[in-house]
């Protein structure tokens, strides 16, 4: 939360100087120009603290810090530069495959949805980064409209957290993760709904994009927990 809090401003100020802005569009709720970096915030909050906390969670997840590295890479591009769309869905697919392949993190059942239960393997695997790439652009279309990206991230992660605690121990580092994605998305709904436009900033792709792809990430590591849960007790 500090973190976000004090970065921010600088980010602002920068944004500012060098003309990083928002223009106002379809998909956007501001009439006038707005920085759209503090997405960069949420990621140095994200890349300070994970990795202090919850660090066991780069040694299960090998490839999760690259993948969130790949992402703010792209992200910050696109914030500034604008990059063709078929270049950022690269990038998800990238990233998509490295945590469903690399990680093995994915969707091994539908829980009788269907009348599917468990599925094979390369199914598995095409679900889950296709469940990865419409999740992160699904919450890329809502950063335009004021604290809805943000809220959604506090409320979302609120959830998850309470559920990974509940179901033990080993998952407190995906607990603590849930609690620093909070933290950031609090200290930056500060700025974004603010009523000065002094102070006022959006997350861009950078911060949708990585917070789309973590919303992911603890979606899918927790029914992958749920259903081991489940088969432990009968």
Known sequence: FLITVVAIPTIIKISRRKN??????????????????????????LGVCAPIF???????YKFLFASLMILFFIGIMDDIMVLRAYKKLLAQILVSMLMV??????IRSLFGLFGIYE????ISVFFSI?????????????????GLAGSYTVLASGLFGISFFRLGEHNYPLVI???????ASVGFLIFNLSNKRS????????????LGFLLSFTGISFIEIFIAKQDEVF
Do not use: Q
């Open 20 to 45: 990083l802005m928002d223009e106002p569009g379809a998909r956007n709720s501001h009439i006038r120009k707005i920085p759209n970096l503090g997405g960069v915030a949420i990621f140095f909050a």
């Open 199 to 210: 102070n006022k900033i959006f997350m861009g792709d950078t911060g949708s994009m990585i």
């Open 119 to 122: 599925i094979n393997y390369y």
């Open 54 to 60: 919850a660090y066991e969670l780069f040694d299960r």
């Open 177 to 183: 993760l849930c609690a620093i994605m909070i933290a």
């Open 130 to 146: 296709l469940t990865f790439i419409i999740l992160i652009n699904a919450f890329n279309l809502i950063d335009g409209i004021d």
């Open 101 to 106: 392949i690399g990680s093995d993190v994915r």
